[in-house]
Each structure stands twice: as C-alpha cells, then as structure tokens.
C-alpha cells in the first residue's frame, strides 16, 4: 500500500495546541535570528615608499653588519691573543688597533655618504684646489694709465716682438714706462740746476705680475696685432704670493 505525502493543510485546519506550538517556534527563531548587517571595510590610503626610510633602513642594516664583522675580527685575535706568549702580545694589539680603526672609517665614510645622497646641498668633502680670486680683465693700448698710485705714473709706452722666439706666448711683450706725477727739482742756494722725472722702463711677458699702489695685476695675454694687452687684477692682493716683475705705492 503506498504512502501519501504529507500536505499540512491551512493554520485554520490546526486545533489550539499546534497553532501554540508554531507561534513558539516562531517566537524562538524572531529571537535567534540575525538581521546581516552592512560593513564598510576601512582601506587607507597607500602612500608611496619614501627613500629617507629606504635609506635610513639601508643604512641600519650596514651599521649592524660592519659591528657584526669587528666584533668577529676582535673575537678571533683575541682566541689568538690567549694562546700567545707576551712577546707577540704586542702585536696583536696593534692589529686589534688598526682593525678597530679601519672599521671606524668604513663605518664614519659610509654614514656620511648615506647622509650626502640625503642632502644634495652639502658642502665638498673632497679638498678643492682654489684660485686667487679675480675682480676684473683690464685691456688697456699704448698711452693708457695703469693703476692708481700718487707718486708714479705708468703707461704703456709700446708693444714689441722678439725676433727668433721659440713659441708665441714668448714672442711678443709690453714696455710700461714709469715717472713721477711731479717732477722733482733739484736746488741749490735756490736755484734750480736739474730735475729728475724718475723714469724707468719696464717690461711685461705674458704671465707676469706687478703691484702698484693697492692693485695687484697679473698679464693675461699681450697682441702685437692689436697693440693691446689684458691684465687681470686681483681682488685680493694679500693672497697672491707669486714673484713681481715690479711694484710701486
């Protein structure tokens, strides 16, 4: 004989204790029941890797592998160290000494460079060869006044080329003629009997320098094509320490 399925039929069909019995239930499950609830996953912001963090990193690991590194050096001299008579003792300090001291300069050469990739304003660590400093080039031609002293005055008198020179900057040179801004008279019993204007000659290569009064000059380049020559004066007179073809206050 062949089962029929159960069809509960309508709640009006239940007597009173099965509609309680649903009721119960249905209670029990309102109360166990959880509603889903929205979640809003907080995500923050990725910002790209910096490289002073990069750096501080790198530079931290390479601190603590150079200390690991000394103290097996000074480990292992000092394992040789105790099985040593005294007369190698001094020895093994000086080589703890200067592995001690070398391992301080990688170290020192090593944070400063981390720190000058940092900080691209940094001053040279290297020594710079400096040159005198200069103020200004100066072209001056035949007749011109050179320099400001009170008792000479110089000018160029000519620019003239030597015969048979090796090389052209040898070849051609500059004549300076010098004399007093007053005469001076020489007397006596009042009468004037000659006078003496202090003139000399002098004569400038390339490369040469001179001082008048508070200026320091230096030949840059002289043209006999030209009839010209440059100097360069110096801003700083003290610090030129280089011989003087002449020089005058």
């Known amino acids: 004989m062949a089962l029929e399925p ?27 029941t959880r509603r889903p609830r929205l979640v809003e996953l907080y995500e923050p912001e990725r910002r790209p890797r910096s490289w002073t963090g990069l750096l501080g990193s ?13 103290a097996g050096i000074v480990l292992a001299l000092f394992l040789s160290f105790a099985n040593m008579s005294t007369g190698a003792v001094n ?26 990739a940092m900080d691209p304003t940094h001053p040279p660590r290297q020594p710079l060869v400096l040159d005198s400093e200069l103020d200004e080039l100066v072209k001056v031609g035949i007749g ?12 160029v008198k000519e620019i003239r080329k030597r015969s048979g020179a090796g090389a052209p900057e040898t070849a051609q040179y ?12 020489r ?44 100097l360069v004066k110096f801003r700083h007179a003290d610090q030129y320490s280089g011989p003087l073809e002449f020089q005058s206050e």
Do not use: C
């Open 58 to 70: 790198l530079a931290i690991g390479s601190l603590l592998l150079l200390i690991l590194l000394a």
């Open 91 to 116: 020895g093994i300090e000086a080589r703890i000494s200067a592995a001690a001291a070398q391992t301080g300069r990688a170290v020192g050469a090593m944070v400063q460079a981390i720190g000058d």
């Open 6 to 32: 159960y069809l509960p039929g309508e709640v009006n069909d239940l007597d009173d204790d099965e509609r309680e019995l649903i009721a119960e239930w249905r209670r029990r499950r309102a109360l166990t």
């Open 144 to 155: 011109d006044r050179l320099g400001n002293s009170k008792e000479y005055r110089f000018t």
């Open 187 to 230: 007397k006596l019993l009042g009468v004037t009997y000659s006078t003496d204007k202090g003139e000399q000659d002098f004569y400038l290569d390339r490369g040469e320098a001179f001082r008048i009064g508070r200026d320091l000059f230096k030949v840059n380049w002289v043209s006999m094509d030209r009839q010209q020559l440059a």
């Open 174 to 185: 500059a004549v300076v003629h010098r004399e007093y801004v007053t005469p001076k008279e």
